[in-house]
């Protein structure tokens, strides 16, 4: 393959989807045609991000300008070792949604399907967009452009609790972005001269003051609000009114996991993570990111409706990784870039499951669910193992990263993130693996649901991606290499 061909494959890949939507939109009236398009589209991508695994793993960057549009900012893409892990991660979680949607879409038979299909696919070409940007003002375009393109996806059932909770995603991600986020990324233009690459000393290490760069890493925190940090993090809860396939999109696939990206991409490619170390401005970000893990744990204890106690894990999650890049060391660095992949796959099971649960008896209240184990073994088992990982126990692959998270804790010196990072973990425990107890474990003569509603497992097309993403929950603890060895070309120097 000649270098003019790689430098263009991650255009590519940020076209594809776009391709998955012109196919959707023609076989409009063929389900089984546009779903089948979808997958085909789906395989290719997936297969064009694997392929520049060989040549990031090497040190190679494709690299391609597609617009010069600001003095010395292109629109321009590169891929490296973060970017590929987030793409692979997108592209791979792309197919098992994919698969999940038609069962879950068909089995309670939404409306406006093709409408569906075409902004999750819009969705996944933004997060590819995101993913490869290969300086700020690229990253910041998709960005936004994510944040348009879910909006009619958590809006779907059009009622007046979808439009409500629409109103709040728009306000808080585009007011943190455009209020905080913008007026950072124009003071980056102009103190780097225009100059805004990333790169691995950071664009703006230097350059600026120690105020200057507190303020401008705080506007960034917060303003990159996918991210769920708290006070900016009420838009995630209030995204639950979408159908659970977007849940999984905003909690796995994409939304969220770009507001974490995009935190360290400024982390380690805006400020440079050995200038920040210099400045000691890693650990105020730290602990507002101890701060939010505590707090939505806690607030996840309370929760009843399912998809909200998950929606409040997740917060608590994204926090674990910008606690890790705060860190500034490179295990805490590895830790928080191997805990996207982690998580993904171990809250989309979770998701997935709570998603099969409402197609099989239309319940979403765990105090609703006591032994829908008896019923539903497959779904909770599964269930079970995506627990493990969010947790971080083994044999899951959530361990591997918490694991690092914890090393990079004792290795910038900061003991008292161990102490958030286990009660963190103790409070996992506490709100995900009871439910899996009531579930299995009924008291004889003890009433439930379920005894004579003939409750059984959900359609194929839901319970097999379940499966597939708890099986990889296992694989990525015993197969890690490829993660990891992407996650350390990030603190490579």
Not at 107 to 119: D, I
Not at 184 to 191: N, R, S, V
Not at 344 to 358: D, P
Request: aromatic share 12%; net charge positive; charged share 10%.
């Amino acid at each position: 393959m000649s270098d003019l061909n790689e430098s263009w494959i991650p255009f590519v890949i940020c076209l594809m989807p776009l391709v998955a939507v012109f196919s959707t939109l023609v076989l409009r009236h063929e389900p089984f045609l546009r779903e089948s398009s979808t997958f085909l589209v789906g395989f290719i991508t997936l297969g064009l991000v694997i392929s520049l695994y060989p040549l990031v793993s090497r040190g190679v960057q494709p690299h391609c300008v597609l617009v010069n549009t600001f003095p010395k900012i292109p629109i321009a893409l590169k891929v490296d070792g973060l970017g590929l892990l987030f793409a692979l991660v997108a592209s791979s979680l792309w197919i098992i949604s994919t698969l999940y949607s038609i069962g879950y879409m068909r089995g309670l038979k939404e409306h406006s399907q093709t409408r569906f299909f075409v902004f999750f696919a819009i969705s996944l070409s933004a997060t590819f967009g995101v993913a490869f940007s290969a300086n700020l003002i690229t990253m910041y375009l998709f960005y936004e452009m994510l944040s348009l393109a879910t909006y009619p996806l958590v809006t779907h059932h059009q009622d007046k609790e979808a439009r409500t909770g629409g109103r709040t995603y728009l306000t808080y991600l585009l007011g943190t972005s455009v209020g905080f986020a913008l007026p950072a990324i124009i003071f980056c233009y102009i103190k780097s001269g225009g100059a805004m690459d990333f790169s691995p000393s950071g664009f703006l290490a230097g350059k600026i003051t120690h105020v200057e760069a507190l303020v401008v890493l705080l506007l960034f925190t917060f303003g990159f609000a996918k991210s769920g940090l708290m006070p900016f993090h009420s838009w995630l809860p209030g995204a639950m009114v979408a159908p659970t396939p977007v849940s999984a999109l905003l909690h796995a696939v994409a939304v969220v996991k770009v507001g974490v990206f995009s935190i360290i991409r400024v982390f380690t490619g805006t400020f440079g993570t050995e200038f920040l170390k210099a400045e000691n401005l890693g650990i105020i970000i730290s602990w507002v990111a101890a701060f939010t893990i505590i707090t939505s744990s806690l607030i996840a204890l309370t929760q009843d409706n399912l998809k909200r106690r998950l929606a409040f894990s997740t917060i608590g999650q994204l926090a674990y990784i910008v606690l890790g890049v705060s860190l500034l060391s490179n295990r805490g660095v590895e830790g928080s870039i191997l805990h996207i992949a982690m998580h993904a796959v171990g809250k989309i099971t979770l998701f997935m499951c709570a998603g099969a649960i409402f197609v099989a008896t239309g319940k979403k209240y765990l105090s609703q669910m006591t032994g829908i184990g008896r019923r539903m073994p497959i779904t909770m088992a599964a269930f079970f193992i995506g627990a493990l990982s969010v947790i971080g126990l083994p044999p899951t692959g959530g361990a591997i990263s918490k694991w690092n998270l914890i090393v990079g804790c004792f290795d910038s010196g900061q003991f008292l993130l161990v102490l958030v990072l286990v009660a963190s973990s103790l409070l996992n425990i506490a709100y995900l693996l009871p439910p899996i107890w009531k579930a299995f474990y009924v008291p004889e003569g003890t009433p439930t649901d379920f005894d004579t509603d003939g409750v059984r497992e959900a359609p194929w097309t839901c319970v097999l991606p379940l499966c597939l993403t708890a099986l990889a929950c296992i694989v990525l603890f015993v197969w890690p290499d490829t993660l990891i060895t992407l996650a350390q070309l990030m603190t490579v120097k």
